[in-house]
């Protein structure tokens, strides 16, 4: 569709709204197809999401989880308007302050606002899982670490079915062993996914985004997102003072909590080396690959836990470290 007739589109949804004389202004977006502007009118704002039905997008998800997060008390956006067959939401505007921005203008933040983003997911955790969604488990989360294999491996060393084969085989029962589908997990709980917001109260601090893809999964995987950070590196102590927060005030076996915590680990750490291959190959978005280093280095840690000591070794031997060759590779 062109631009025109979207652009047409967009202003014909706004005129269903108090917000039709706004001055529109573009938003950074994310790997997504959803596009966003600020709506800036009478000394207010607000938020609209372009997400088009024909580039594969649906908001429903976005209205149905932002709805169940602000039951809870959690700062997810308020919906304002939407035009769900259509693909636009107008949704409450949470400002500017990622995490990632408040803490590299001041790094004493770090501690606090981490504290915060825990909080958050213990509350999340707490409540009852939100109706409807489908299951994080094993039959899932094999095949998107298999990912991996697909893009990473297949657009530098070439593809293999038969190691991925293996690799899903061996990968299985430790999922099974160290995973349990018992709470709502949001996967994308990162710093460049929360908003920091100091006036507000508890865990209303923490503002929400980018939660459509929620699922019912294991305690510690949002965690795993937030700590080992695709995006920035997270310091050590703050990395070990959220875990034993988190552990202490869900009164969870240290040990346990810990193999769970790697085990989604690098299920999430191949996932994301996969997915950021295919996002610069197929594409075009080659900045992920300045990330990989990072992700490849979360999960060298995530294979030192004696939990993943049944695959460890031919992960390390299938995958190619992140040389220059590498990412040149996968830029190209």
């Known amino acids: 569709m062109p631009d025109t007739l979207r652009d047409a589109q967009a202003e014909a949804f706004l005129a269903t709204t108090a917000w039709a004389q706004a001055t529109r202004r573009p938003l950074a977006g994310d790997a997504s197809n959803r596009k966003y502007e600020r709506l800036t009118m009478a000394g207010e704002s607000a938020v609209l999401m372009d997400a088009a039905p024909e580039k594969g997008e649906d908001v429903r998800p976005f209205v149905a989880v932002a709805r169940y997060l602000t039951t809870l008390g959690l700062a997810a956006p308020h919906i304002i308007a939407e035009d769900t067959a259509s693909g636009f939401l107008l949704i409450e505007d949470l400002g500017d302050d990622l995490f990632a921005r408040v803490v590299a203008a ?195 840690r995530n294979l030192e836990h004696p939990a993943l000591d049944p695959i460890a070794a031919r992960i390390r031997a299938d995958l190619p470290a992140p040389t220059a060759d590498v990412l040149e590779r996968l830029r190209r």
């Open 106 to 300: 001041d790094n004493s933040t770090e501690l606090a606002i981490y504290t915060a983003a825990t909080d958050a997911l213990i509350v999340l955790h707490n409540a009852t899982p939100m109706p409807g969604l489908a299951n994080y488990d094993v039959a899932v989360m094999t095949p998107l670490a298999g990912l991996a294999y697909d893009w990473y491996l297949g657009q530098t060393l070439g593809a293999d079915p038969e190691k991925k084969a293996a690799f899903s085989a061996d990968f299985d029962p430790i999922l099974a062993k160290h995973s349990e589908t018992t709470v709502t997990i949001l996967r994308d709980y990162h710093a460049e996914n929360l908003l920091w917001l100091p006036n507000r109260q508890g865990s209303a601090r923490v503002g929400l985004l980018d939660f459509q893809d929620a699922m019912i999964g294991d305690p510690s995987y949002d965690l795993v997102s937030l700590l080992m950070d695709a995006r920035r590196d997270v310091a050590p102590a703050v990395e070990a003072a959220m875990k034993a927060h988190y552990v202490a005030a869900q009164q969870l076996d240290p040990a346990l909590f810990d193999a769970q915590y790697h085990v989604m680990g690098a299920q999430r750490n191949l996932r994301i080396l996969g997915v950021f291959a295919r996002l610069s190959c197929r594409d075009g978005k080659t900045h992920y690959v300045d990330l990989i280093p990072r992700v490849w280095a979360h999960l060298m």
